[in-house]
């Protein structure tokens, strides 16, 4: 990732620079540094992009630039404005994928500010409404968009205590993975996948299911050798 980094840099090849900015701090970069060293690369991918008319790249960049920030646990009080930003970026270019992409994320951003107890796992309010999309992305299998949609509700989910949700939502995640192939989503929907079922288990003030038990172990493992 940083050698093609440097050869885009050292041959000046200006059309691909947006490109390979966005893979590498989407794909590569959080394999080996801290997620934020990659978030300087996302805004690097952007600005090229927007520079050389790669609206494509300067879209993914700006979108993974606001979850991956969300995802560091900075406080929504700075990372809304940043989504916002990123979102109004996308719109006024009029990437429709993009926007479907990055939406749901800033509604639930706005659902916990919201301080919405019931339902808090709805995507639907001002940026977003999963009534409109959420049928046609499950029957056409969509899987980023699918993704985004189920991974941002098992997550509300889970830090409101709703466990049986959670796990049915990481569950629902896990399956549309394939579409955020080699990303920290993938890592991120593990860990708090097993941690929901792990407080399902305790809430239910039973043994702890085997099977459940047996899927955290699995999951412990790819964690640590990745």
Known sequence: GKLAMKLVDRFASRSLRSSVCVLFATHVCHWKESVHQCLPVHIQGLESGLETGNLEYACYAAAEYAQYLFLTGKPLTEVEPECRQKLQIIKVLKQDFHIQYLAPWHQGILNLQSYKLEN????????????????????????????????????????????????????????????????????????????????????????????DLAQVDRTLEKLRNW
Do not use: W
Not at 156 to 177: I, P
Not at 185 to 191: N, R
């Open 120 to 211: 808090i796992e709805q995507l639907i309010g001002e940026s977003y409404d999963e009534t409109m999309f959420l049928e046609e992305i499950v029957k056409e299998n969509k899987l980023t968009l699918g993704f985004s949609i189920f991974f941002v509700k098992m997550f509300l989910a889970y830090l409101f205590g709703h466990s049986e949700k959670a796990v049915n939502f990481g569950e629902l995640a896990c399956r549309y993975t394939a579409g955020v192939f080699g990303t920290y989503f993938v890592p991120t929907t593990l860990f708090y996948h097993s941690l929901s079922l792990l407080v399902r288990n305790q809430a239910n003030h039973s043994e702890l299911d085997r099977d």
